[in-house]
């Protein structure tokens, strides 16, 4: 028997995840020039990242050769004085990636169990897999969260729920008052992960204050990432804010130095900066209205989205992909969602967003 053989059974069967296609990967098979290929696969900022954040990469470079501050104590200095919490409630990741992966490692394992919907963000079930743990997918409800189903999947053995709002790649949306309701059906034992990536992009009558739940339920914790609105998709860094008593455990098997000084440095400028969060939030929502304009004069059905991003129906999305691969528009397939007629364009800026309807209109004439 090989060592490949000798690995658990529950790695074996796991399927990497895929990331959206690079732009320097498509410039090489296709033979494009890379400066005239559109990316809209993984939903970053199109702005880029903030000046000030620019600026401070630049300064911390002095201190390139040494360690970073393991514990990131000036990062979370602001960002407790932003939230009004105490740094011992904050957790910080490489990414909310990082941070989905050690709720996983520390909450799961063999014999447990973790919800999360259908249509959810794939990570989830890749972090339950990759402890031996099971993943119990509950069916959606409209393309989103059914919370109602959601509570009642819940068994003996289960320890996590993953929820994203809004979710991705959907961009369905719930409203506070249905979190809540949730939250008070939840056993104590059970970790409601509020995974939070875009809710910087919500319109402001939706917005809602998760981190006010906190001081009643003790088993929430809300993850967010620097890499949407921030634009610091690159440098990997996100953050958590729980109870004291399970940030501590999360930090126990958390890496040392999980986060480097560029990426420390970057958070901390650009969740200063709220001119730039500003104009990003005005600038998705002008394309976003732009995009959903150009899918209805194509007869084209959209999912409703509150995030940064559009997923859309085509029929043949195998075919309609390479067709804009063919002319350097990157977008994302969602077949591994089990979504094969669906792609999903990340919104980009006004030039970038009349590139791709142009090239989608060539696409479906196949």
């Known amino acids: 028997m090989s060592v490949v053989q000798r690995a658990p059974a529950h790695i074996r069967a796991i399927s990497p995840y895929v990331p959206g296609k690079p732009v320097g990967e498509l410039a090489r098979e296709l033979g494009l020039d890379a400066a005239g290929i559109v990316k809209l696969a993984s939903n970053e900022n199109p702005s880029g ?45 490489n990414g909310s990636n990082d941070i989905l992966e050690l709720v996983a490692r520390t909450f799961l394992g063999p014999e447990t169990s973790a919800v999360y919907a259908q249509y959810a963000f794939a990570v989830y079930a890749l972090a339950v897999k990759a402890v031996g743990a099971r993943g119990i997918e509950v069916p959606a409800r409209a393309w989103g969260h059914d919370l109602a189903a959601m509570a009642d999947a ?25 979190l809540e309701a949730f939250l008070m059906r939840m056993p104590a034992h059970v970790l409601v992960v509020l995974d939070e990536a875009y809710n910087e992009y919500l319109p402001p009558a939706l917005r809602y204050d998760s981190l006010s739940w906190l001081a009643q339920f003790q088993n929430l914790l809300v993850v967010r990432t620097m890499s949407k609105i921030h634009g610091l998709a690159g ?28 990426a420390q440095a970057a958070a901390a400028a650009a969740l200063e900066d709220e001119e730039f969060v500003r104009r990003s939030h005005e600038l998705n929502r002008a394309g976003m209205a ?38 350097g528009v990157i977008v994302r397939p969602l077949s591994s969602y089990g979504m094969p007629e669906w792609l999903r364009v990340s919104i980009g800026l006004s030039a970038e967003n009349t590139r791709f309807l142009e090239a989608l209109a060539v696409a479906l004439k196949g």
């Open 49 to 93: 990242m903030s000046p000030r954040a620019r600026a401070a990469v630049a300064a911390a470079l002095e201190d390139s050769a040494r360690y970073p501050d393991g514990s990131g104590f000036e990062l979370k200095q602001v960002l407790a004085t932003r939230l009004g919490v105490e740094q011992a409630s904050l957790l910080l990741g």
């Open 154 to 178: 819940i068994t003996t053995d289960t320890r996590v729920v993953f929820i994203a709002n809004p979710n991705n790649p959907t961009g369905s949306f719930l409203p506070a008052h249905l």
């Open 235 to 262: 440098l990997r860094v996100g953050y958590a804010v729980g109870s004291p008593a399970v940030v501590d455990l999360l930090d126990r098997v958390r890496q040392p130095f999980n986060v480097n000084s560029l």
């Open 290 to 327: 732009q995009i959903l304009s150009g899918l209805r004069e194509l007869n084209l059905e959209s999912i409703p989205s509150q995030a940064n991003f559009i997923s859309f129906r085509v029929g043949d999305a195998a075919a309609v992909n390479r067709s804009l691969l063919q002319q």
